[in-house]
């Protein structure tokens, strides 16, 4: 893999500034197209232009797929329909091809497929068009081996060295019957074994594991997970063949799923990267930060309520982000642990009151474990009052367990709500936390406080 240092990057931007055409084409000539890809990232757009015009237009078409979605479109916008129909989408398989058509206005979608030479291919590109991008269908492609049931061994090698010839690669031969639903798979092997067979349907594996169409890409993901699967049949409603799913389409989805979920908990609200402008990355991290500016506005209210407690004991005040962050990170462990089960099958929504009950007394554990060493602290240390000690410590083990399970509940029923459950592990999670933490420190802490005076 190569390495692009500093070093190489400014050996790559003086060859350009020089123009030295025959010497750039050397250096990228063997590199393969997502390394290109990645080269292209760190230049600026003159060069990123110059690089990709040296490129030959197999090549191209297959770096633009790799670029990340902002780069690419830039790159898109600067050519014509036609170019990008005869110099990008001809050049591509059909999923992947999708995958470009996709990004562009419907109007240029319209002129794009009208400029492809391949009806074919513009008729399956229009059939994937149609399935949404976050299912099966939308990620599947149309280029596969297909024979029919009833073919003998002879006409069954015949057509598959012919439909081979349009493949970089064969991951399964699938049968279908007349009605071309899928009824079985053949293994390559028992051409060899099997030369002389009247009829496929006789040495085929019947009854092959599929997936539908309609079925979301996160239960496709934990089938080829589950299964160990480097590709899979897609089927439509009534079980005819409509495409296959190959590993590396998984493993694309996989990869922009962890990347949506990561920048999610992290407090963002759309996608974003590191080449996006100033006005995109603002747009995306803004929102999140004006609702914890909100929530710090909310926490300067609660405790503006309980001024005189903090006149009468002003030691209190040293212990607000003790319980803040410990709720906080309560919080999130919790939701991080639902999300994840989540996402790789291991919990099911409709199993929440078992949940919660469970991390309920995980939680009561970790708040006892916690609030008492506080207290022991609080007792040994020189200037903590009574009644602060005991404040602290009660309020801390509500507040653990309340984290605990809010931070279990809120995934769950995002999860049933269709809501993306990675929202629970970022700020949503801790600003709530921090919120309530403060009300129950300050109820607890002026409650006790009024109780104390009242005994004195």
Not at 406 to 421: A, M, N
């Amino acid at each position: 893999m190569k390495e692009y240092t500093t070093e190489y990057i400014d050996h790559i931007s003086e060859l350009i500034d020089s123009g030295s055409t025959d010497a750039m084409q050397q250096e990228i000539a063997d590199l393969h197209p997502a390394d290109i890809a990645t080269l292209i990232s760190h230049l600026d757009r003159h060069e990123i232009d110059t690089v990709y015009r040296l490129l030959d237009t197999e090549t191209a078409a297959d770096v633009l797929v790799e670029l990340d979605e902002d780069l690419r479109d830039k790159l898109l916008s600067s050519m014509s329909t036609e170019d990008i129909a005869k110099q990008v989408i001809d050049h591509l398989d059909t999923d992947d091809a999708v995958d470009i058509i996709q990004d562009l206005d419907e109007e240029d979608q319209h002129e794009v497929l009208s400029h492809l030479h391949d009806a074919t291919q513009a008729g399956n590109i229009i059939d994937l068009l149609k399935y949404d991008e976050d299912t099966a269908g939308g990620i599947m492609s149309t280029e596969m081996i297909i024979v029919n049931e009833n073919w003998s061994m002879p006409q069954c090698v015949k057509e598959m060295r012919r439909q081979a010839e349009d493949l970089e690669e064969v991951f399964y031969v699938y049968v279908v019957d007349n009605d071309n639903k899928l009824c079985g798979v053949f293994p390559l092997r028992k051409m060899i074994t099997h030369p002389s067979v009247s009829k496929i349907k006789h040495v085929m594996d019947p009854e092959p594991m599929s997936i539908r169409a309609d079925t979301p890409v996160e239960d496709v993901t934990l089938q080829f997970e589950k299964y160990d699967l480097v590709a899979m049949p897609v089927v439509d409603s009534i079980g005819r063949l409509v495409g296959q799913i190959t590993v590396d389409d998984v493993m694309d989805e996989a990869r922009e799923s962890s990347e949506r979920d990561y920048q999610l908990a992290s407090g963002l609200s759309g996608d974003v990267t590191t080449n996006a402008g100033f006005f995109a990355q603002t747009r995306v991290r803004l929102p999140w930060l004006l609702i914890g500016m909100l929530g710090g506005l909310a926490n300067s209210m609660i405790l503006s309520r309980f001024e005189a407690g903090f006149a009468v004991n002003p030691t209190m005040a040293l212990f607000i982000p003790l319980i803040g962050g410990t709720g906080g990170n309560v919080g999130i462990q919790s939701s991080a642990i639902i999300v994840q089960g989540l996402a790789n099958g291991s919990l099911d929504a409709a199993t929440t009151w078992q949940q919660i009950i469970k991390e309920l007394g995980v939680g009561l554990i970790n708040a006892s474990i916690i609030s008492l060493l506080v207290f022991v602290y609080n007792m040994l240390t020189l200037g903590i009052s009574q009644v602060t000690t005991i404040a602290v410590s009660l309020s801390l083990f509500a507040v653990v367990v309340f984290a605990s399970v809010f931070g279990t509940f809120v995934p769950l029923t995002l999860e049933k709500l269709k809501i993306d459950p990675a929202l629970a592990t970022g700020p949503f999670i801790s600003i709530t936390n921090d919120i309530i933490g403060m009300v129950i420190y300050m109820v607890i802490s002026s409650t006790l406080i009024a109780q104390f005076s009242s005994m004195a």
